[in-house]
């Protein structure tokens, strides 16, 4: 019989939202008439805007005419339209790319993961407690041992990799420039690589927050960028993100030569991954055209009003929260430090609103909740008055 890898045995069960599905299904059967608001999953509910659909259009009918048909992209990386696109987005907040350093890929979650192939197994890695699993997942499926760090407490073990979130999901926080400069300094000053997670970069309202990493002096030889236009421009089901590979960021081989990660990153995608389709790459290209920007802001406006008012219901119910002003994102204290299973529970049976256990995220996650903006603002509105009227009833 053929051998599985073994670092799937050090795996913890996946079962939050397997388990969340569970629990919601179990309360609706009991209770078929209520109507549940669903503040939970981490996914967009706006659809594509004109400019990017119009884009998407436009290059399927290229590809139905054959003096326009396109077929293998030549090198995987992307098309230059779209990486030069990129290139000029970046230089919006003084981040100056080559575009070879751009590569295009199908979503930030396959690149976080994929990125581990190129590391020693006997690498530390270093995960901000609570995370967005992937970091944890695909580092133990890799052989590698975690160590958990909050989230400002910069720790770099010698020759580490670290993942970074900001805006942080899920807590929402985002690193000012100062405070990744901390980390960038200890990455450096100790060989380690920080695998940057900027998927909810457009985000940021606060100008003292870092959009990219490479804001950061000294970041081109210690970080690499993941990017995803999954949350910043509705792109889940359509799938389009980058990953910035810096020309300067070396790794060393077991002798002692250096080589850059770049090399080993493009190695890696030629002959693991085919790129991205020309149509997606063209609609993604149109996210960054002056009209896509000027539509994706609307969208991103409407769920930073939803935010807002979960954030104003916090407030006034004098509950500590993260979160909402940089982010999609509120994570809050579970009223009376409860358990954040049970305040799920609570949430789901008295207001009949669906949220995320804490501890789905890791251990600090333990007595905490993440709510997302990503519904209607009507059915937030309703969210909220539906929790302030149980939360004021009980105490
Ligand atoms: C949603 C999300 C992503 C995006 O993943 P895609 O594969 O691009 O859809 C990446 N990182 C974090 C932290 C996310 O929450």
Redesign the pocket.
Known sequence: MAKYNNNFQNLKKNYLFIEISKRISEFITKNPDVSLIRMGI??VTLPLVPAVVEAGKKAFDEMGVKSTFRGYEDSGRGYDFLREAVGGYYKDFGVELLTDEIFI????????GNIGDIFASDCDVIVTDPA?P?YVDSSIMGGRKVTFADFNTPIAPKDSIIYL?SP??PTGEAYSHNELKAWVDVALANNAVIVY?A??EAFISETDKARSIFQIKGARKCAVE?C????TAG??GT???YTIVPNELMLTSSDGSEIPLIQLWSRRQGSKFNGVSYPVQRAAEAVFSKEGQQQIKESIGYYRKNAKIIMDTFIELGISFTGGVNSPYVWFDCPNNMDSWDFFDFMLTKANVVGTPGVGFGENGANKFRLTAFNTYENTVEAMARLKKVLLNKS
Do not use: Q
């Open positions: 981490g996914d890929s199908d979503g930030a979650k396959s690149d976080s967005y992937v979130c942080n999901n997670d998927a909810y993941i995803s236009l999954s949350k792109f889940t799938r389009c993100g």
